[in-house]
């Protein structure tokens, strides 16, 4: 099976919704079906973090928040050595790390090309 990150889309209205809330924040609904995020999107702002847990292998972490092409903004690594604000960019879900023997699935962007 496909490992996703969800949104939430309101049964009521069709909002669209992430992080994924207990009630819709336009109509107040509270029934959600998953919408897997996906596709393109736009990259807002970056940081890498060097503050990280002894357990991780890498030096640093490059994260991201991104405008989605699905009308959601979200977090993830990303997969770019030089990330540039205004890139676009295309999310795949993928292992963001291991903990205790188990795999961590995440939204991980990639730059779009072409």
Request: contains cysteine; positive net charge; hydrophobic residues 40%.
């Amino acid at each position: 099976m496909a490992k996703t990150v969800d949104a939430a889309r309101c049964k009521s209205c069709g909002k669209l919704m992430y992080p994924i809330h207990f009630y819709c924040l336009a109509c107040k609904g509270r029934e959600f079906e998953p919408v897997p995020i996906e596709g393109d999107g736009t990259l807002l702002t970056w940081t890498r973090s060097y503050a990280l847990p002894l357990d991780y292998a890498q030096l640093f972490l490059t994260l991201g928040i991104i405008q989605m092409d699905q009308g959601i903004r979200v977090t993830g690594q990303l997969d770019i050595a030089d990330p540039k604000t205004g890139m676009r960019v295309r999310a795949h879900v993928g292992k963001v790390r291991e903990t205790m023997g188990k795999d961590i699935h995440g939204l991980i962007f990639q730059p779009v090309r072409g």
